[in-house]
């Protein structure tokens, strides 16, 4: 008959639990404790809760890449300025009109040189410079705008007043031409004198045309 194998003591089998019972005992109380500390120094977190986002320290490097200055910006405006005033000027001359047929290129400038004086305001004034001349301009465009439609166009009515309003964008453009030789320290600006006699001698043969016809 085959021997049953000997079964250990109980009271040992016993004894090696309550041993491994205490091991474990120890350890989360070491765990227990670990964590306590963490929780007054502000390390632990609670399950689930978003990290902390990480600011990064504000940058005081100074940045390489070159800036435009106030006054090349001054000049950028200007010079488009001029640009919207010398065709307002011509197309008043000639009645808002292309080819004799109504257009709305009056209305279109007018706009933009309001928009091109409203820009400058703020460049101009950062520079300590006057800005009347950029709110006169302002002020005075959406006139233009009002009368340049197809209607009042084609009725004649306006044709003194534009011719008139031509004059008003010359003295403005004339204006703009000396403030820009003057920011650029020249007695003039490059060019604008031969600016000048050829929008003069331009409108002056539409003149003459006129009379002829």
Aim: aromatic share 4%; proline share 6%.
């Amino acid at each position: 008959m085959a021997r049953l194998p000997k079964l250990p003591n109980p009271d040992n089998i016993f004894s090696a639990i309550d041993k491994a019972g205490g091991v474990i005992d120890k350890g989360l109380g070491f765990i227990d404790k670990v964590s306590d500390k963490l929780d007054k120094i502000g390390l632990t977190e609670e399950p689930g809760a978003p990290e902390t986002p990480t600011i990064a320290p504000e940058s005081h490097t100074v940045s390489t890449t070159p800036g435009v200055s106030d006054k090349d910006t001054l000049l950028y405006q200007l010079n488009h300025l001029l640009a919207v005033l010398s065709q307002l000027e011509i197309h008043l001359s000639e009645d808002c009109k292309i080819m004799g047929v109504p257009c709305d290129c009056c209305g279109k400038h007018a706009l933009q040189a309001s928009t091109f004086a409203m820009e400058t305001i703020p460049i101009a004034a950062r520079m300590g410079k006057d800005t009347l001349i950029y709110q006169d301009i302002a002020s005075w465009t959406p006139h233009i705008e009002e009368i340049d439609t197809p209607e009042k166009v084609n009725s004649g009515d306006y044709d003194e007043t534009y011719r008139k309003e031509s004059g008003t964008a010359s003295k403005f453009r004339k204006k703009v031409q000396s403030m820009i030789g003057e920011l650029k320290g020249d007695e003039d600006c490059p060019g604008c004198e031969e600016m000048r006699e050829t929008i003069s001698s331009f409108i002056e043969r539409r003149k003459r045309e006129r009379v002829k016809g």
